[in-house]
């Protein structure tokens, strides 16, 4: 990355190269290293160190600075050791007491001795106290601004702080990267006096390291003050410029264009024909906004979104036939194993059948494979044998070398990181062209995410469930019911239904008092005898978790414990009840994606959230929101957007999805009007004033705007 004037590492840093003080990587770790980023470290919170109050003026609560003399100074030993320091400021006098201190503090406050103190003050029956106020010698004039408290990390001291980012700002430049004739992101303001306008960015951030004591603290604090609004129109701006700027990069890329001819073409609507259902009119409308994107010359970079059980796997089995019969290779790579393994399933049924007598055939990667069966995938795939190459992660490998891959798929993309969507991407970096991408996931964008995270992405949605499905009815209960629900489950069970019944982890954790899938499992089969219990978690090898499944899915088994490994994207369709226990540890989306293991057949299905309440005797707020909204409710976006609500965007999208550039200042809900105008003013200014953007993108994001772009 160049490095610009404004961006020179900090002078204490490089003076030191050899060994950084504590301090030092500890503003390391902050991520504080140009001078820049010390500039965009703002306060948390101030103090009025301004002015001086008279002690008879304080009242009980204030916190004060005071100027005063020492008149007592004494240890005390009972009821513990404590320094206790009586001063006089000549209005009245008050008591400092300190827990721990040193020698040399009981010295230097002698009798005598006049300090600039600062404290909470406390009445009480003995008069005024502070408890361990801070103080200084009364030397030099009042600050004239406040003070700033800034976030630190251990190792961090304030004071040291205050100094590097008061350093920084001096050496800091900062050029306007507005356009002059841009619309300004907030309208004129009233400062008490005069309608200003908008501050520019060093007046923004001098202020607001050091605001004037007359501002009203409040505007400071919930950050309505046009210094903030500022800042935040900045912020937001470098975010839309980056994701902007990633889409025209991606549009001059070349890609394979996907236009099977007639005759080509014939295969997809065999597979239509093939399939054992019709396809909904939402899956019929994402399949053309797809066939379109892959007609292009540019690759496509779109989000499907569809709620669990939409059927997004036939709409990629719809690509991947496209891509396929116009005469290129596709991949298809989904999270886990059992997932990868059920749509490797899928896919070989209903494409083998099409692709055999053309020569071709589905071929299939994964970590667990023995050597000799990976080496024979590994040719079909350099050779072209293989049409579509299902698996997980083992399809990113170095090793992996397709002969013409032209699309890929990836399935419960939430679960990816950006380097491994840009390893996927590079696998055709030897011809200069980049594959079409298509990624897939249950878990719903909110509007407001969608529109400041992903103005990068296309987006298609399935909005209906295919025909059939009964709503899924889900009651929450206490686990002292539990010897009650395996009763009502037993007489299921006898009916034919099906059961899963999941765990939070495998082992007993001392702190974490959870059920162990392995008990569970012991006590349910006790509890039922004559069903066919079986156990499902992540230590299993992929074979026995295979086979465990198989049993499963033939309808053999009754009732599945299994720990979160079948979180997504498993398809049982008879099994129709889903019980979770210890439903308060978990997550409102993957409670939805749980749940949505059931609800996929005919029957009516049903989910049972078991919670305990533990040594609290009560479950938090969090918990029960989380469980309440699971109740309320069956749609996905309607649970993402409480999501949302409850974990804020930052956890929403997580760091490996959000390339660890999540806003710091803006918030998306409230900060909606800066979000409009940051959205409209990044396209034009990229276009005409490129110098400008790639500035701001810079001081904003520095190292991190490469990462966005995956
Ligand atoms: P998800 O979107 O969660 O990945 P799947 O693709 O696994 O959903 O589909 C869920 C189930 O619905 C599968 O059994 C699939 O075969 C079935 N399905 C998909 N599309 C239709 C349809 N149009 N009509 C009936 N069943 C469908
Ligand atoms: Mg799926």
């Known amino acids: 990355m160049p490095v610009s004037s404004s961006d020179r590492p900090l002078a204490a840093a490089s003076k030191n190269a050899a060994k950084p003080s504590p301090a030092q990587q500890a503003m390391r770790k902050l991520g504080l290293v140009r001078d820049i980023d010390l500039a965009l470290h703002l306060p948390l919170r101030y103090e009025d160190e301004t002015r001086i109050t008279l002690l008879k003026n304080a009242r009980e609560g204030d916190t004060v600075q005071i100027e005063a003399t020492v008149t007592d100074c004494e240890v005390q030993l009972r009821p513990r050791r404590m320094l206790k320091i009586t001063v006089d400021d000549g209005s009245a006098s008050c008591q400092l007491t300190f827990f721990s201190f040193y020698a040399s503090q009981q010295k230097a406050m002698a009798v005598g001795t006049r300090w600039r103190i600062r404290g909470e003050v ?81 007046e923004a951030l001098l202020f607001l390291h050091n605001p004037s004591p007359q501002v009203a603290l409040d505007t400071l604090q919930d950050h309505s003050h046009p210094a903030w609004q500022r800042l935040k129109a900045e912020e937001l701006l470098a975010q839309q410029l980056s994701q902007y700027q990633a889409r025209q990069e991606r549009s001059r890329l070349a890609a394979p264009p996907l236009q099977p001819t007639a005759q080509q073409a ?53 690509a991947a036939m496209q891509c396929i019969a116009a005469g290129w290779q596709c991949a298809l790579m989904a999270p886990t194993e059992i997932l990868a393994e059920q749509h ?38 350099a050779s072209g044998q293989a049409a579509l190459v299902v698996g997980t992660h083992a399809v ?7 002969l013409n891959l032209a699309l890929a798929v990836i399935d419960e993309q939430h679960r990816f990181g950006v380097a491994q ?77 099906q059961v899963y019944w999941v765990c939070p982890l495998i082992e007993e954790s001392e702190t974490l008092d959870l059920s ?65 226990e210890h439903a308060e540890r978990f997550g409102l989306s993957q409670l939805h994606q749980l749940r949505g293991r059931v609800g996929r057949g005919a029957v009516a299905s049903a989910c049972v959230l078991l919670y305990s309440v533990g040594d609290s005797g009560k479950l938090s707020d969090n918990g029960k929101e989380r469980l309440r909204a699971m109740a309320e409710t069956n749609d996905g976006f309607e649970i993402a957007r409480r999501d949302l609500e409850i974990r804020g965007p930052g956890e929403f999208l997580g760091a490996r999805q959000s390339g660890a550039a999540m806003l710091r200042f803006a918030d998306l809900e409230q900060d909606m009007a800066l979000l409009e105008w940051a959205r409209e003013l990044a396209p034009q200014m990229l276009q005409q004033y490129p110098r400008q953007a790639q500035q701001h993108i810079e001081r904003w994001l520095g190292s991190k705007a490469e990462y966005l772009k995956a």
């Open 122 to 202: 406390k009445g009480g029956f003995w008069g005024r106290q502070m408890l361990h106020p801070t103080y200084k010698k009364p030397e030099g004039a009042l600050p004239q601004a406040l003070t700033p408290i800034y976030p630190v990390a251990h190792g961090l001291p304030q004071a040291y702080i205050r100094r590097a980012v008061a350093s920084a700002l001096q050496r800091v430049a900062l050029p306007e990267t507005l356009p002059e004739h841009a619309p300004p992101p907030i309208p004129n303001y009233w400062d008490g006096n005069a309608l200003k306008p908008l501050l520019n960015l060093r």
């Open 266 to 318: 014939a295969i997809v609507s065999q597979l239509l024909a093939a399939l054992p259902f019709s396809l909904t009119a939402a899956q019929q409308r994402v399949v053309q906004e797809i066939t379109a994107d892959m007609a292009r010359t540019q690759p496509m970079h779109r989000l499907l979104q569809g709620d669990v059980g939409s059927g997004k796997t036939v709409v990629a089995a719809l």
């Open 344 to 381: 490797f399933a899928k896919l070989v049924g209903w494409l083998e059948p099409i692709l055999a007598p053309l020569g071709k055939q589905v071929a299939w990667l994964s970590g667990a494979q023995k050597k000799k069966e990976r080496t024979a995938m590994l040719e079909i795939i």
């Open 516 to 580: 162990n899938a392995t008990a569970t499992h012991a006590e349910l089969s006790a509890a039922l005898p004559g069903v066919l219990v079986g156990l499902l978690h992540s230590r299993m090898s992929p074979a026995e978790k295979k086979a465990v499944m198989q049993m499963f899915a033939s309808g053999l088994m009754g009732l599945l414990v299994a720990t979160t490994v079948i979180e997504v994207g498993v398809d049982v369709p008879n099994a129709s009840l889903m019980v979770i």
């Open 396 to 402: 990113i490998q170095e090793q992996v070398q397709f």
């Open 421 to 497: 969507r840009l390893a996927l991407r590079q696998k055709l970096a030897h011809a200069k062209l980049e594959p079409h991408l298509l990624m897939m996931s249950a878990t719903p964008i909110p509007r407001t995410l969608a529109m400041s995270y992903y103005a990068d992405l296309d987006v298609s949605v399935i909005d209906a469930l295919p025909p059939g499905r009964t709503p899924i009815v889900t009651r929450v209960l206490p686990d002292s019911r539990k010897d009650e629900l395996i009763e009502r489950l037993a007489a299921q069970l006898a009916q034919g239904r």
